[in-house]
């Protein structure tokens, strides 16, 4: 079992920056995969960000340029640095663990509101 949770989100004004924190247990197993995901009202759960097994920094389209992710190994922590925060970032920003035994884990989110 891995337990995941989230921190950071809250309300901002559009142009301005949050960081997001993510804290995961302790584990004998490795890790495949770390992402950030996001929830807008009314939408699916989508990728924003993640590092792949590779250590390669994958981003969508709304995020590059913008968003930038990194990790502490030695603290079991996801950063999720936002920047140039827009309206259409405003939802519920998961982050999701992927084990070497290809095991999924989630937290509970953090609620990220840009509005002015």
């Known amino acids: 079992q891995v337990q995941v949770a989230e921190s950071g989100g809250g309300l901002v004004q559009p142009g301005g920056s949050l960081r997001l924190s993510c804290t995961f247990s302790?584990?004998?197993?490795?890790?495949?995969?770390l992402g950030w995901y996001l929830q807008a009202p009314g939408q699916r759960r989508e990728a924003v960000a993640r590092?792949?097994?590779?250590?390669?920094?994958v981003y969508a389209d709304s995020a590059t340029g913008r968003f930038t992710i990194s990790r502490d190994n030695a603290k079991n922590t996801l950063f999720l640095q936002m920047n140039d925060l827009k309206p259409e970032d405003t939802g519920v920003y998961y982050c999701?663990?992927?084990?070497?035994?290809?095991?999924?884990?989630w937290g509970q989110g953090t609620q990220v509101t840009v509005s002015s």
């Open positions: 302790n584990t004998t197993v490795g890790i495949n995969d």
């Open positions: 590092i792949a097994v590779s250590g390669r920094h």
């Open positions: 999701n663990v992927i084990t070497n035994n290809w095991r999924s884990y």
